[in-house]
Nanobody
């Protein structure tokens, strides 16, 4: 089983990034997918959730209206489009095949 995140990096406040998470080794379309984020010394927080078919999504209040989760079951990939980024969005972002599998994380840094 593998979940490999990509797309993180350094971006200025107000900018955008698109994270991707490529899955393999399990039946991707059977799993709801989530994005979490974590900063040093803090718990890992849920950012966004998408149902296995993609028809239901849910977001943390702090990212509503700025982030969009989506998935392509044909490509075994889940995405997180992040717009109007703020310094407080700086974190390591993890994808999660609920409830079983985790990726290694990708760093997002929002700074001028």
């Amino acid at each position: 089983v593998k979940l490999v995140e990509s797309g993180g990096g350094l971006v200025q406040p107000g900018g955008s990034l698109r994270l991707s998470c490529a899955a393999s080794g399990f039946t991707f379309s059977s799993f709801p997918m989530r994005w979490y984020r974590q900063t040093p010394g803090k718990e890992r927080d849920l950012v966004a959730h998408i149902a296995n078919g993609g028809g239901y999504t849910n977001y943390a209040d702090s990212v509503k209206g700025r982030f969009t989760i989506s998935r392509d079951n044909a490509k075994n990939t889940v995405y997180l489009q992040m717009n109007v980024l703020k310094s407080e969005d700086t974190a390591v972002y993890y994808c999660h095949a609920y409830p079983d599998y985790w990726g290694q994380g990708t760093q997002v840094t929002v700074s001028s």
